[in-house]
């Protein structure tokens, strides 16, 4: 079974620190993403990773950055934390092959709080 | 540009009777379509997707759904719901050119009453 870690359940942090989100897959997948979910909005893409140091621009990246040194791991970094960041973060892998039709899988989520 | 539009944000049925979750999609090439279950607090779970052959496809825990291209439509259907069918389900949309965006509605709070 393909499996997709986050590093945090929850996570509580004040406005200006920097926060990092980590996600780990197993599978050997090309393609990360992280999300955020908020209530009546759905999932937003943030960013997206197709390779090691690659990364894309997602719907919303204002406020965010990415990292991806390993295949496996691709995290995310709130530079500066603040209160409008408060959401569900959620991480997902698929592979590269045509095959895969793009299915993503996903991790457990981080709840994050900023006060 | 591919999009997904879940017509309503919630919807509440009794339990044993049949479930209907409406999604309408738009892309411009052969879509692939998904629909994943997100129990509270939890991931999103695959329930059932779209790729190519029978349009009527089957998922996990009973649901069904079926890509009807002349409506754009893709309705997630089960005979009997569950109490542990109460949760939020999310319709999703990737067309099939090796672009690997995927596009999620905005989901549907489903509530199973006793």
């Known amino acids: 079974d393909v499996k997709v870690t986050q590093s945090s359940r929850y996570l509580v942090k004040r406005t200006g620190e920097k926060v990092f989100l980590e996600c780990v897959q197993d599978m050997d997948h090309e393609n990360m993403f992280w999300y955020r979910q908020d209530p009546g909005l759905g999932l937003r893409l943030i960013y997206f990773s197709y390779d090691v140091k690659m990364k894309e621009k997602g719907d919303i990246p204002e406020g965010y950055s990415v990292s991806r040194e390993k295949k496996e791991r691709f995290s995310l970094i709130l530079e500066s934390a603040s209160t409008n960041q408060t959401s569900m973060y959620l991480c997902?892998?698929?592979?590269?092959?045509?095959?895969?039709?793009?299915?993503?899988?996903f991790g457990p989520g981080t709840r994050l709080t900023v006060l | 540009a591919q999009s997904v539009t879940q017509l309503d944000s919630h919807v509440s049925v009794s339990e044993g009777t049949p479930v209907l979750l409406r999604c309408n999609y738009s892309?411009?090439?052969?879509?692939?379509l998904f629909w994943y279950v997100q129990h509270p607090n939890k991931g999103l779970q695959l329930l059932l997707k779209?790729?190519?052959?029978?349009?009527l496809v089957k998922g996990i825990n009973g649901f069904e759904a079926e890509f009807k291209k002349s409506e754009t439509s893709f309705h997630l259907t089960k005979p009997s719901a569950h109490m542990s069918d109460a949760a939020e389900y999310f319709c999703a949309v990737s067309d099939s050119r090796g672009y690997q965006k995927v596009t999620f509605g905005t989901g549907t709070k489903l509530q199973v009453i006793p």
């Open positions: 997902a892998s698929s592979s590269g092959l045509a095959s895969s039709y793009n299915e993503q899988f």
């Open positions: 779209y790729t190519t052959g029978a349009t």
């Open positions: 892309s411009s090439y052969s879509p692939s």
